[in-house]
């Protein structure tokens, strides 16, 4: 397993724009792939973004056009660029790591960051 450390949150007005950073740690990331889900307050955790080993991406329906992930292996980092946001966005946002191919449910991935807050005010 490989531990992930998830950081750029923040408090942003609507329409606004954050990234959002995911270091890996323990194990190469060309082995992974690489998963951002959130979890709004009294809601199930949901499925945002995701890329494969090798950079195909796919996004869940709401973000698309506005949301864009993004890997540098070399830095194990994992990026999630979040631009136009709205006050639906704001939620507690994960990283996941899932070794082999990529998956869009959160009980494929092996390992979780600790997550980061996301709010935006209307």
């Known amino acids: 397993q490989v531990q992930l450390v998830e950081s750029g949150g923040g408090l942003v007005q609507a329409g606004g724009s954050l990234r959002l950073s995911c270091v890996v740690s323990?194990?190469?990331?060309?082995?992974?792939?690489m998963g951002w889900f959130r979890q709004a307050l009294g809601k199930g955790r949901e499925y945002v973004a995701s890329?494969?080993?090798?950079?195909?991406?796919h996004y869940e329906d709401s973000v698309k056009g506005r949301f864009t992930i993004s890997r540098d292996n070399p830095s194990n980092t994992v990026y999630l660029r979040m631009n136009s946001l709205k006050p639906d966005d704001a939620a507690t946002y994960y990283c996941?790591?899932?070794?082999?191919?990529?998956?869009?449910?959160?009980?494929?991935?092996?390992?979780w960051g600790q997550g980061t807050q996301v709010t935006v005010s209307s």
């Open positions: 890329i494969s080993r090798f950079d195909t991406t």
């Open positions: 323990g194990q190469s990331l060309n082995y992974y792939s």
């Open positions: 996941a790591a899932r070794f082999g191919g990529v998956s869009y449910r959160p009980e494929d991935f092996d390992s």
